[in-house]
């Protein structure tokens, strides 16, 4: 069945799918609420931006497929397998995965919450920067998972909870999970030293892990196109070492006005990092950034939120039409990545510059 077929048999009434198969199909802007989908194969499908409420997948089968920017709620997927699949921005609202597994995929930028994860089998899979609230993972199996930036109490405190293969776990995690009692038990029986897991739950509670994020300033990413390699690269740099980013490709809400997202993200964030390159400054967006940013810094008299990183020798050069706007930019001090392509040690240099500048008052 197509996506065409799909949406004709949604409007004429039809609700039960049972067994159908969907290869190669993109199914955006649905709502798929009340449907039936047990025993469905999803093959290299993309589902964005849907909407599921009292659906039915049980001991469904998605492989190799693209789930984002989507709801679920009150949902069964008991029994369902995800393989190979790309989960980012999903939110599940009391959902039940009983004896799901999603193994060899990524899920990102998710919140699960009151749901049913018992014997969930999650392996060999990346889990970024996601929520797991009140969920029961009795029984839940985890293999060999990486665990980055996410709140994983639920998991530490799961009953029976069997680990049949060494997980990761990166500090962030640890700094969200850190009211959990058995967290310290959870890395140790991950392979963490006893010592090394220790220090480091203690760490974490030394500091409160709302102010430990604020110990670095969030930050505005300004690119053009033909460096999106360069800056996805950097936010994940900056990421890792606790900065909080606006990333375009990342956190833009699809719909919102351009002028809107760029003016938001220079206004709301503490710093903007802006990437100088013949490929980007003389774009209409990072234009319109640089001078929405400097406008700021004049409201606020004469508070410094630019600043400017190097690619290449163009901003030295740069004359743009607007008079004095390039002398801004070269007026303050620009942190140099030239040549850090492929040169990881010259980026780690180069990276310790900018987080010092990231760095709060606190």
């Not at 194969?41 to 659906?55: C, D, H, K, S």
């Not at 789930?67 to 959902?95: G, P």
């Not at 760490?203 to 102010?211: K, R, V, Y």
């Not at 030295?316 to 392509?341: H, M, N, S, Y």
């Amino acid at each position: 069945m197509n996506a065409r077929e799909l949406r004709r048999a949604l409007k004429e009434g039809w609700r039960n799918f049972r067994d159908h198969s969907f290869n190669n199909v993109t199914l955006r802007n649905i709502d798929l609420s009340g449907c039936n989908f047990a025993s469905c194969t999803f093959r290299r499908t993309t589902l964005e931006r849907v909407t599921i409420v009292g659906g039915h997948f049980h001991s469904a089968r998605f492989h190799d497929s693209a789930i984002q920017w989507s709801t679920a709620t009150d949902t069964v997927f008991d029994e369902a397998l995800f393989s190979d699949c790309q989960i980012s921005d999903v939110q599940l609202r009391e959902c039940s995965l009983e004896g799901a597994g999603i193994q060899s995929s990524r899920l990102r930028y998710s919140r699960i919450w009151n749901t049913n994860l018992e014997y969930l089998l999650l392996h060999d899979s990346e889990v970024r920067s996601t929520e797991f609230w009140k969920c029961n993972t009795t029984h839940a199996r985890l293999r060999a998972v990486a665990f980055v930036d996410s709140a994983i109490e639920d998991f530490c405190n799961g009953e029976a909870l069997e680990l049949e293969g060494a997980s990761t776990v990166d500090w962030a995690t640890v700094c969200h999970s850190v009211r959990s009692p058995a967290l310290q038990s959870f890395l140790i029986a991950n392979g963490m030293p006893e010592v090394f897991a220790t220090y480091t739950v203690d760490c974490a509670h030394a500091l409160d892990p709302n102010t430990l994020m604020k110990l670095m300033r969030s930050t505005f990413i300004s690119y053009g196109g033909p460096d999106a390699a360069f800056a996805r690269r950097l936010q994940g740099a900056l990421q890792k070492n606790g900065v909080r980013t606006f990333f375009f490709e990342k956190d833009a809400i699809p719909g919102m006005k351009l002028h809107e997202v760029m003016r938001d993200g220079v206004n709301r964030h503490d710093r903007v990092v802006l990437i100088c390159s013949h490929a980007s400054l003389d774009r209409p967006g990072v234009m319109n950034e640089i001078e929405q940013t400097l406008a700021r810094e004049a409201r606020d008299g004469g508070t410094t939120y630019l600043i400017p990183i190097t690619l290449d020798d163009y901003i030295f050069r740069w004359k743009p039409e607007r008079e004095g706007l390039a002398q801004d930019i070269r007026d303050r001090v620009v942190a140099d990545f030239r040549d850090t392509d492929g040169d990881s040690r010259r980026f780690g240099t180069a990276l310790a510059q900018l987080l010092v500048a990231l760095r709060t008052d606190i």
